[in-house]
């Protein structure tokens, strides 16, 4: 890869009681690309993308050991500034969970957090925000409603704007379009084309052709071990492990 | 194989359900006619604001004025909640956020044994430890000369009492909030405080409510507890130091003795009505804020 790594990941081991979730991991997300992680469910994709802004610090029953480094500095060790870490990353879930406040709070609580105060800013970056999320033009009379009364490719496009309020410069997005419709995946996918120049974004997804048409890098996993990585073209067209092969071929067992 | 056929079947079950269902739906309805019918003889001879407003209790000359237990009763519950109400809310929180699974696998029997205790046993250790404790110390420190039954030994002893039946129910409101939600929150840079105060919170707020509500009716309707320490003396409280009576205890220190008293079996039965009354009205308020909170 000639552009520089954004996120790296060294040794990372995570295991849960006696069960080894992730057994070392060692990546190197490139900046500004859409890297892929790929896998079938349960391989430890989730738990990985977790570690990255440590919500696993909500599972304390999780041992997590290793290093993640991001712009040099090992997201795992941070102690008091964990809070700003973790707006350098906005994140998309695989369904939309929209926080108990109207639309507009939605967005403006990410603000808040950030420490935009005044009332007319406020508003300015909540619409451009939407706007930049393309759900600015379905809600702008709706700005008072529960964000709940939204359809679910709404809430997901919400849950993009709300993640993008923080102003990150990572995306990480866990299956974000596995309970959307086609129409609205497509959207979300473009969307992310387009943010790249911009964000580095991180995505886990276990759809074969999302991961060929927008991956610039795949990371592929099974059993909570990266079996192989590489650039899209590496992967998909030339791999070289049976297991790759195997997912990829569909003959997978 | 079966006597009748599916379609018979399912017109015989399908009727069972009605009949369950009209049981159950008129059963508060029988109640507050049985208890109307019962208290009639009293309701009929008496302005009805006379009798929840009076304060003088003589049913020997036929005075009834139901004020002080009624407002006995109300004191010794809300305090009861005041007091309640943040221990039970703090606990869930943190057994549900800050601490690992495990604790709240050992907590759990402990909450249910406190829950399964008899409210005799309440009473007595109430009496033995409660008492003493307001007489001697807590009394004194603040100037006040008591024997220890009073207000505040009964809304201490039914405190105790409801948390863990709040508690129970506050920690499975907690549990239900989805952790996604709580990840969205904490990837937005809260931190776990912030998480707890404005999400975790306000989604679980009608479940708040009802278990704050259920406690609250719960607490109203506590009857030998509250009767062993509230000190059972006809009288409006000024102090919370001051002994009081409550309606429950009331209709149970009374019913069944001196019933050739013109009327008091009758006024008996108007205290029981009260306190279904009361008890529907904090119902029918608890589901107005439930409705009121549920958008989210």
């Known amino acids: ?59 304390p029953e999780l041992k997590v050991s290793g290093k993640v480094m991001i712009d040099g500095n090992d997201v795992l060790e941070a102690k008091e500034d964990i809070y700003q870490l973790r707006q350098h990353m906005g994140l998309l879930s695989q369904r939309p969970y929209p926080l108990p406040m109207n639309i507009y709070n939605n967005v403006a609580y990410a603000l808040k957090l950030k420490g935009v105060k005044k009332r007319r800013d406020l508003h300015k970056q909540v619409v451009s925000y939407l706007q930049q999320a393309n759900l600015w033009e379905e809600v702008k009379y709706r700005m008072r409603e529960p964000a709940s009364n939204l359809s679910i490719g709404q809430q997901q496009r919400l849950c993009l704007a709300r993640g993008l309020a923080v102003s990150p410069d990572i995306i990480l997005a866990d299956e974000p379009t596995s309970a959307l419709d086609p129409i609205s995946s497509q959207s979300i996918e473009e969307k992310f084309v387009e943010l790249k120049k911009d964000y580095t974004i991180v995505l886990v997804t276990h759809v074969l052709r999302q991961a060929k048409r927008i991956a610039d890098y795949v990371v592929f996993m099974y059993l909570g071990e990266v079996i192989e990585q590489g650039t899209n073209f590496m992967i998909f067209e030339n791999p070289k492990m049976e297991k790759t092969k195997q997912y990829l071929g569909g003959t997978f067992n | 194989m079966y006597l009748l056929n599916r379609n018979q079947r399912h017109r015989v079950n399908y009727t069972w359900m009605i009949v369950s269902l009209l049981l159950v739906a008129s059963l508060p309805f029988l109640l507050f006619l049985g208890l109307y019918l019962k208290s009639f003889l009293l309701i009929h001879d008496y302005n ?30 809300l305090l009861a909640m005041l007091l309640s109400a943040p221990i039970c809310l703090l606990t869930a929180i943190y057994v549900t956020h800050y601490t690992k699974k495990r604790f709240l ?49 009964a809304a ?46 306000k989604k679980s707020l009608p479940g708040i409510i009802a278990a704050f509500g259920f406690g609250l009716a719960r607490a109203f309707g506590e009857t030998m507890a509250v009767l062993m320490v509230v000190g059972n003396v006809v ?6 130091f001051d002994p009081g009576y409550t309606l429950p205890a009331l209709i149970a220190n009374n019913y069944g003795e001196m019933l050739s008293i013109p009327r008091y079996d009758s006024a008996l039965m108007f205290a029981a009505l009260i306190l279904l009354a009361v008890s529907l009205f904090f119902n029918l308020i608890m589901h107005f804020f439930i409705a009121r909170y549920n958008k989210y």
């Open chain 2, 48 to 77: 009805l604001s006379d009798l929840l407003f009076s304060k003088e209790w003589k049913p020997g000359i036929g005075k009834f004025g139901f004020f002080p237990f009624i407002v006995g009763s109300i004191w010794v519950t």
């Open chain 2, 156 to 201: 201490l002893v039914l405190s105790i009492m409801i948390i863990p039946f709040i508690l129970n129910i506050l920690i499975e409101v907690f549990q239900a909030v989805p952790i996604e939600l709580e990840e969205a929150a904490l990837s937005l840079g809260a931190t776990q405080w912030q998480t707890v105060k404005h999400v975790v919170i």
């Open chain 1, 1 to 59: 890869m000639e552009n520089t790594s954004k996120i790296s990941i060294v040794n990372l081991n995570v295991a849960a009681g006696k069960t080894q979730i992730l057994k070392n991991i060692n990546i190197e997300i490139p900046k500004n690309k859409i890297t892929v992680i790929l896998g079938p469910s349960g391989c430890g994709k989730t738990t990985l993308l977790k570690c990255l802004n440590r919500l696993t610090d909500l599972y």
């Open chain 2, 105 to 153: 696998r050992i907590m759990h029997p402990a909450i249910d044994i406190l829950a399964g205790i008899p409210s005799v046993v309440y009473g007595v250790w109430g009496i033995l430890v409660i008492i003493p404790f307001i007489s001697h110390y807590l009394g004194p420190f603040f100037g006040v000369n008591t024997l220890g039954y009073s207000i505040l030994a």
């Open chain 2, 235 to 240: 009288k409006l409280p000024k102090s919370v």
